[in-house]
T-cell receptor, first 113, second 111 residues
């Protein structure tokens, strides 16, 4: 399982608080992604990035923000605008982003207090 | 918009039997179809994939078939074992940087 890591494993958010989820990869991949997974559902794309300093919204970007200042890092911030943030968040990376295997991190489970 | 439908949502088989999971995609331009296995609380991991220029691919007990005309693809697991119990996701790459995932199939293999 190595190569792409996420922290923390569990994260608790209070009302009105912004929280940041970390994602780091040492695979030298250009493309990185953030997915949200809810019970009994598939993976829904929040944001993706192909290169440093560039990222695009996915299907459910509202209430989330990202940055890509370094190739190996793609942090996700869950803002207070996201009213239902409780979910399992998965970060992934792939070599170029064009039709290839995605490698997933171990995930962060976000819970609301 | 693009969509991937996956059936069944739950599948229970006896150890040693075969399991089949089916997916249908909507975008005829899709050309890459990976399958991921996710054990409870763990990350999804690729188990097999197929590209649109191939009709079938096999890796030991796992095989995937693709019917481009009908826009569906299937995962076949033979001689199932308890450790095959997990959630399986199909996916279709639709171009750009977008991969659409199915809702998942929870497979139970009874010993």
């Amino acid at each position: 399982d190595g190569g792409i890591t996420q922290s923390p494993k569990y994260l608790f958010r209070k009302e009105g608080q912004n929280v940041t989820l970390s994602c780091e990869q040492n695979l030298n991949h250009d493309a990185m992604y953030w997915y949200r997974q809810d019970p009994g559902q598939g993976l829904r794309l929040i944001y993706y990035s192909q290169i440093v300093n560039d990222f695009q919204k996915g299907d459910i970007a509202e209430g989330y923000s990202v940055s890509r200042e370094k190739k190996e890092s793609f942090p996700l911030t869950v803002t207070s605008a996201q009213k239902n943030p409780t979910a399992f968040y998965l970060c992934a990376s792939s070599k170029t982003g064009y039709g290839e295997t995605q490698y997933f991190g171990p995930g962060t489970r976000l819970l609301v207090l | 918009g693009e969509n991937v439908e996956q059936h069944p949502s739950t599948l229970s088989v006896q150890e040693g039997d075969s399991a089949v999971i089916k997916c249908t995609y909507s975008d005829s331009a899709s050309n890459y179809f990976p399958w991921y296995k996710q054990e409870l609380g763990k990350r999804p991991q690729l188990i097999i994939d197929i590209r649109s220029n191939v009709g079938e691919k096999k890796d030991q007990r796992i095989a995937v078939t693709l019917n481009k005309t009908a826009k569906h693809f299937s995962l076949h697991i033979t001689e199932t074992q308890p450790e095959d119990s997990a959630v399986y996701f199909c996916a279709a790459y639709t171009g750009g940087f977008k991969t659409i995932f199915g809702a998942g199939t929870r497979l139970f293999v009874k010993a």
